[in-house]
């Protein structure tokens, strides 16, 4: 049984603040993880994905990745009220049909003005 | 252009009907998804079409029929739904389903309510 944990939340911060969302894993053999936006009754949109261990950042965003704890984090600097959504951890696994995708619960995140 | 198109965005239905969700892509994928989701919980994989073959089926009831008549056209045809059924429907495609760096793109959803 392939394993996606996250925290759930509610995660609160203030507007400026740094988010810190993070996501762990049970399959070792995985080796892309994905960050998805989600807003409340839309669909998922890709924000980062990563795939060596390490820093990846794009903007406000920054991913990061430590297969040897099987931990992925995605981290929000300058918070914004616009970045309230809930955030899908997806990481992807090997089975005999090809590479597919498990999704953690998700974090909803809230920045307050 | 990262892509997939939905339609209907909304459906109602009784459960004695038969209708059909559609799905469009035209970024060259060659891999299709249909997940389910409902309220405050992930997406589910229902099904996985990889060239234009249905490779994977998460055990779904029959009442959903998964068409794929070419590479870029994914149906989800309903029959018979039960309440319970009422849910986001996301369909989604990426590359290939064979490669670990494979990124998979949502279209905007088909909200389904089950009467």
């Known amino acids: 049984q392939k394993e996606v944990e996250q925290n759930s939340g509610p995660l609160s911060v203030p507007e400026g603040a740094i988010a810190s969302l993070n996501c762990t894993y049970s399959?070792?053999?995985?080796?892309?993880f994905f960050w998805y936006r989600q807003y409340s009754g839309k669909s998922p949109e890709l924000i980062m994905f990563?795939?060596?261990?390490g820093d990846k950042e794009d903007g406000r965003f920054t991913a990061q990745l430590n297969k040897a704890s099987q931990y992925v984090s995605l981290l929000i600097r300058d918070s914004q009220p616009s970045d309230s959504a809930t955030y899908l951890c997806a990481v992807n696994y090997l089975d005999n049909y090809g590479q597919n995708f498990v999704f953690g619960p998700g974090t909803r995140l809230s920045v307050l003005p | 252009d990262t892509e997939v198109t939905q339609t209907p965005k909304h459906l109602v239905m009784g459960m004695t009907n038969k209708k059909s969700l559609k799905c469009e892509q035209h970024m060259g994928h060659r891999a299709m998804y249909w997940y389910k989701q409902k309220a405050k919980k992930p997406p589910e994989l229902m099904f996985v079409?990889?060239?234009?073959?249905?490779?994977i089926n998460e055990s779904v009831p029959s009442r959903f029929s998964p068409e794929c008549p070419n590479s870029s056209l994914l149906n989800l045809h309903l029959h018979a739904l039960q309440p319970e059924d009422s849910a986001l429907y996301l369909c989604?495609?990426?590359?290939?389903?064979?490669?670990?760096?494979?990124?998979?793109?949502f279209g905007a959803g088909t909200r389904l309510s089950v009467l």
């Open positions: 989604a495609s990426s590359q290939t389903s064979g490669l670990a760096k494979n990124i998979q793109y």
């Open positions: 990563i795939y060596s261990n």
């Open positions: 079409y990889s060239y234009e073959k249905l490779s």
């Open positions: 399959d070792r053999g995985s080796q892309s």
